[in-house]
């Protein structure tokens, strides 16, 4: 049974705070929030013990393992008290928005890179581990073309954009990881996109964007993004290659079709937002966690993952800025 801490009480910390109290494998012992009863009211619904005070965490006895669910910019900071303390870590992407940042964040937990995974949860999306199988096992044959497309209903208030460093390392962080995930190393970012969403441009940001990323075989990623979609959270990927192509469709509220008069082939709504659309994958993500560090095997993805995913988000940043095309080294 691993014992677990979670930092930080917001939208994914309740979250992760529910998988784990759920989880046969796990038990959530402390739930920590700086704001106050922040903490409390998620722990007090789940009957474990809360604190205002992080530093708690690191020196629980009866804590194996954190979850960091913070804010981007405390993520390598409590990363690296909480392995300092033996405890391992699973943090919430992305890392950190700052290469150097993740930099020093690997010089700290050198020797117990194999303690700390990163929260790039779509990797454990059932339809992206049969897909991603599939690949492998080679029936549509070496992939020339990989297509991620990626919308979210509604874009978050501005102060919350303000703070997380643009699309491309807030929003496109899972689309480049997904990319590295199916198709490898790429040596050529572009990208492009505009604001269309009231707001977004006041702040320097985007909410529409499209980057291709090239691998040095030539197969090519195509990640389409929107921070709004009216048909609501729009998450497919296709995979294209010679022997033929493999794709994750949308999940609906119901998989019954209505055909009438009004329209054919009428399904119900996309899956509301994350929480929801990526419920599974949560719960695997955990599993994945949990027996990682039990048996003493590094979990994927890792931080150098994060670090891989952050410099295809500063490589697309610069490439749509300057209007040009980012080599990677
Ligand atoms: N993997 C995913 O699907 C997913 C989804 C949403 C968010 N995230 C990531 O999770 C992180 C948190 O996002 P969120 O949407 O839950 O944010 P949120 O604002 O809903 O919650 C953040 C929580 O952290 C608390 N907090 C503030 N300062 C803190 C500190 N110094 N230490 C600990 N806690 C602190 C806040 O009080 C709040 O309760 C972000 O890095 C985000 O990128 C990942």
């Not at 194999?114 to 080679?138: C, Q, S, T, W, Y």
């Not at 970012?189 to 702040?203: K, L, Q």
């Not at 019954?256 to 994958?281: I, K, M, S």
């Amino acid at each position: 049974m691993l014992r677990l801490a979670i930092i930080g009480a917001g939208r994914i910390g309740q979250v992760h705070a529910k998988t784990i109290a759920s989880h046969p494998a796990a038990e959530l012992v402390l739930i920590a929030d700086p704001v106050a009863g922040a903490a409390s009211r998620v722990a007090k619904s789940i009957g474990v013990r809360a604190t205002g005070t992080i530093d708690e965490v690191y020196s629980a006895a009866d804590v194996d393992a954190v979850v960091v669910c913070s804010p981007t910019k405390h993520h390598v900071d409590q990363i690296m008290a909480a392995v300092a303390a033996g405890k391992a870590v699973l943090t919430e992407k992305p890392v950190d928005l700052s290469v150097e940042r993740v930099d020093q964040c690997l010089a700290a937990i050198a020797g117990n890179e194999h303690r700390v995974m990163v929260g790039f949860n779509r990797r454990f999306d059932p339809g992206v581990v049969e897909l991603k199988a599939r690949i492998d096992a080679g029936e549509i044959g070496a992939l020339r073309q990989l297509t991620i497309v990626s919308r979210d209903p509604a874009a978050p208030p501005a102060n919350y954009l303000i703070n997380n460093g643009g699309i491309f390392r807030d929003m496109t962080i899972h689309d480049f990881d997904m990319a590295r995930f199916l198709l490898g190393d790429f040596v050529e970012v572009a990208a492009s996109g505009h604001a269309f969403i009231d707001g977004i441009g006041e702040i320097g940001d985007i909410d529409t964007a499209t980057v291709t990323l090239t691998t040095a075989s030539g197969a090519v990623c195509t990640i389409l993004n929107s921070r709004e979609c009216a048909a609501g959270y729009d998450q497919r990927i296709e995979a294209f290659g010679p022997k033929g192509s493999l794709e994750t469709a949308n999940l609906r509220s119901t998989g019954v079709q209505f055909n009438g008069p009004a329209g054919t082939g009428v399904a119900g709504p996309y899956l509301p937002f994350f929480l929801e659309r990526y419920a599974h994958a949560y719960t695997n993500e955990l599993d994945h966690f949990i027996t990682a560090i039990e048996s003493g095997q590094a979990p994927k993805p890792s931080v150098l993952d994060g670090r891989g995913a952050l410099l295809l988000a500063d490589a697309a940043d610069e490439a749509a800025k300057q209007h040009t095309v980012v080599t990677i080294a």
